[in-house]
């Protein structure tokens, strides 16, 4: 899952040693990696220490919709795979922030910036996941669009980045074939389970479509980042690419994508598609989304709850750290 | 809380491979960094082998010295087989 750019900073002006900072654009520019121990631009650290940051909060939260109905999946084949695919997501968070670590900032710092409310994550995972369709949407739509702005991602100029994305996008197919799977078995069930998937749709689509972050037009970052290798594609492009390759998708499954522009258009080889409210997506990133107080607090809660388990641990390594030193 | 110490992963793919550096993970002691790594990176049967050591342990190079300690290789191409002219009539060499 994967969160776009949603804290803005100022671009700032260098202070930087100009040879050094032309050394550095050039092995960028020639795709090379840079390495934790490189030297890099102090807005490069920040830009990429906040980008992967937010991808990892993504992965965490992300946990907590799908979480949500495991005790509820209608069999035991679907609760296995539940399980795995929210494991996965732990899996995802811990790779991130293993790599936003090697850039200077440590993780008890960044769960405390998740948990303060100060980081942002993904606006996707502040929408209440109703039924049990909801579940096949998320994989199908939700782990879809991470999946087209992940894949571009293994080839970041970061090579800690670049390295967790390749692990990401190895385990995220799975999401998205098991989510379009639920799908069909409700597409092609009873009336009432077509209406559940077809209603799970439209209450996802649009959300997805944001998943990709504002239009080009009011990303002013975007041209730095893809200078630097941290994008590699903007979010007009991606989302373009989504949603060519998703309607097809909607169709073999019988169900209507709840947008009324929705046109092929043969000229541009591929569909024009309606306005995305941003409204919406400002206000939701601004934490209204419909359950984003909800999703902190069992955040929250989960890592108080659990503080127990953490300090037993702690303990039990310096019992034995004192023994050694006895012996 | 203080974060608990950093360690570095390697798995072994399978037997006859060298271990390969996979990432890393925090925990307060050698076996709950085995067992963290264990989830972390061979839910998908990656590996047959898991090694964890102390990131603070690893001793590395500095890029700075990229140069020093790398290039004096570039001026030696007399360690390259292909350094050498060999008629083609000679076989087996």
């Known amino acids: 899952m994967y969160t776009t750019e949603l804290q803005k900073s100022k671009p700032v002006q260098s202070l930087e040693d100009p040879e050094k900072l032309a050394a550095f654009e050039a092995r960028v520019a020639a795709d090379e990696f840079i390495e934790p121990k490189d030297w890099m631009p102090e807005a490069?650290?920040?830009t990429?220490?906040?980008?992967?940051s937010q991808h990892a909060h993504s992965e965490i939260v992300g946990m907590l919709p799908e979480g949500n109905w495991i005790t509820r999946a209608p069999s035991l084949r679907r609760k296995a795979i539940l399980l795995a695919k929210v494991q996965d997501e732990a899996g995802h968070g811990l790779y991130l922030y293993s790599a936003a670590e090697t850039l200077g900032t440590s993780r008890d710092e960044m769960i405390e910036a998740l948990h303060s409310g100060k980081a942002k994550y993904s606006t996707i995972f502040n929408y209440p996941t109703l039924t049990w369709a909801d579940i096949g949407a998320i994989g199908w739509l939700v782990d879809g669009a991470a999946i087209m702005n992940q894949v571009p991602l293994q080839r970041t100029s970061y090579g800690p980045y670049a390295r967790a994305m390749v692990r990401v996008c190895k385990e995220e197919s799975f999401h998205q074939r098991q989510g379009y799977e639920i799908m069909i078995h409700l597409a092609a069930g009873t009336a009432e389970q077509k209406r559940m998937a077809q209603?799970?749709?439209?209450?996802w689509w649009w959300p997805s479509l944001m998943m990709f972050g504002p239009p080009d037009a009011d990303s002013p970052n975007t041209a730095q980042s893809m200078r630097w290798r941290i994008k590699r594609d903007t979010n007009d492009e991606l989302?373009?690419?989504f949603v060519d390759i998703t309607v097809p998708q909607a169709e073999a499954l019988g169900l209507t994508v709840p947008d009324p522009d929705l046109r092929w258009n043969e000229a541009k080889g591929g569909y024009d598609f309606g306005d995305v409210d941003w409204e919406e997506f400002y206000a939701v990133v601004k934490g209204e989304g419909p359950v984003a107080k909800e999703r902190m607090k069992a955040r929250r809660e989960a890592w108080e709850k659990n503080a127990w388990v953490r300090e037993a641990a702690a303990a039990y390594a310096e019992k034995h750290r004192r023994k050694a030193e006895a012996a | 809380m203080k974060d608990w110490p950093l360690w570095e992963v390697f798995v072994r793919?399978?037997?006859g491979m060298s271990h390969r550096h996979v990432?890393?993970?925090?925990?307060?002691?050698?076996?709950i960094a085995l067992r963290h790594a264990r989830d972390t990176y061979t839910r998908r049967m990656e590996g047959v082998s898991l090694w964890v050591v102390p990131s603070a342990r690893i001793v590395a190079s500095d890029p700075s010295d990229d140069a020093a300690m790398f290039d004096p290789a570039e001026d030696k191409i007399y360690r390259h087989p292909t350094f050498y002219d060999i008629p083609d009539d000679v076989k087996h060499i």
């Open chain 1, 44 to 46: 490069y650290r920040r």
């Open chain 1, 48 to 52: 990429l220490t906040r980008q992967i």
């Open chain 1, 199 to 203: 209603d799970a749709l439209n209450r």
């Open chain 1, 239 to 241: 989302r373009q690419k």
């Open chain 2, 13 to 15: 793919a399978k037997g």
């Open chain 2, 23 to 31: 990432g890393s993970v925090h925990a307060p002691d050698p076996e």
